[in-house]
């Protein structure tokens, strides 16, 4: 499989990204859910928002990179029995869920950098605070990022599910180019 | 009477200390004022906090201070510990709640003066929406004029009382059901 996309197929970058962006993102969303309810004396009240923190702003960059390698690429074709519906509405899925990952990893970030402190990502290197001090940044930040976490899930289903739709109802494409098909 | 004169004419001017209670207003625009918690970290060490902003007044008369009183009201949204994620925490439900329960608020009821002077303030804390019955151990700092035409009088005071008394769910291990306050007031005279 080559690593560019071609007008036919995805290449294996692309591939690569929305699968473990797929699984990092849902893995994050059940870890922040559990690890907020947790009890100060548990073993993982500590460790679990120091995983959540280091592989969400891994996912950041991750992202943008992805956007570049987007605009970079070309993008392969949509199944000829696509109706203009499909493809636009497809389309504005995929852009939604850009903006609401983007904007919910930003919105973590901020939680923690509120009061300038940095970030660690699993000890290997810190990201600074840039914006802090901002009037009760912590706390709005905190809500944006939980509601547009849920945001995110709920889109993503509806995305999955039409991937499912096009895979056994319409038995067309759409799925297996995502699996490295054509 | 070269003595009395000067003492006249400051009494006059409003200057020299009050004959009877006057009524002050804490300094908070300025911060003269500071409220402050301390809890225990897992029983090793003490963690402390403060709330940003309050305001207050409190009449006081050197010469009747057993009929002093005290009004403070808290922005419970102001806590402050030096960490925005702990903060954060702090506001919630597990603590402070202050969605539901933005303002605490402290009024006296009674004060006795010991034989050393020291003060022990009696009044209702509502915290949480919860109103109890609160000690607050005081003793005067100091009064007299300031260097910009006002008087001021301050007060320092401690207390503590289990989180639990105020309704505050979250369990921070046996070391941490008790916090200490720190409450230092300095007012500026009406």
Not at chain 1, 58 to 81: G, K
Not at chain 2, 38 to 60: A, P, V
């Amino acid at each position: 499989m080559q690593l560019q996309n071609s007008t036919r197929r995805y290449g294996a970058i692309s591939i690569a990204i929305h699968w473990l962006m797929a699984l990092g993102i849902i893995g994050l969303f059940g870890l922040g859910l559990w690890m907020s309810g947790l009890s100060y004396y548990d073993p993982w009240y500590k460790q679990g928002p120091f995983i959540h923190k280091s592989i969400g702003l891994i996912l950041l960059a991750l992202l943008v990179f992805r956007f570049f390698w987007r605009l970079a690429n070309a993008r392969p074709a949509d199944a000829p029995s696509l109706k203009p519906w499909e493809k636009s509405s497809s389309h504005l899925v995929h852009w939604l869920l850009y903006g609401l990952m983007l904007t919910t990893m930003i919105a973590g970030y901020l939680i923690s950098t509120a009061d300038g402190r940095s970030i660690s990502v699993f000890n290997w290197f810190e990201v600074p605070a840039l914006i802090s001090g901002l009037p009760e940044q912590e706390d709005i930040a905190g809500e944006i990022h939980e509601i547009l976490a849920w945001a995110i899930v709920a889109v993503a289903g509806l995305h999955a599910l039409a991937a499912l739709k096009h895979h056994f109802l319409d038995r067309d494409n759409t799925l297996k180019k995502m699996l490295g098909g054509e | 009477m070269k003595r009395v004169l000067p003492t006249l004419l400051l009494a006059m001017l409003g200057l020299n200390s009050p004959l009877h209670a006057a009524d002050y207003t804490i300094d908070t625009k300025d911060a003269h004022a500071f409220i402050q918690f301390k809890i225990k970290h897992l029983g090793y060490s003490w963690l402390y906090g403060r709330f940003n902003t309050f305001d207050g007044s409190f009449s006081y008369d050197p010469s009747k201070p057993e009929a002093s009183k005290v009004q403070v009201n808290i922005d419970t949204r102001s806590v402050d510990s030096n960490h925005a994620e702990r903060d954060k925490h702090l506001r919630r439900e597990d603590f402070l709640f202050v969605e539901k329960f933005p303002t605490a608020t402290f009024t006296s009821k009674k004060v006795t003066v010991a034989a050393d002077g020291s003060m022990t303030l009696t009044g209702d804390l509502t915290l949480r929406g919860v109103t109890k019955e609160l000690v607050i151990d005081v003793d005067k700092v100091g009064e007299g004029k300031d260097y910009w035409g006002g008087y001021r009088a301050g007060f320092t005071g401690t207390t503590e009382f289990k989180l639990k008394d105020f309704g505050i769910p979250m369990n921070l291990g046996p070391a941490s059901e008790v916090v200490e306050m720190t409450l230092d007031i300095e007012g500026i005279r009406n």
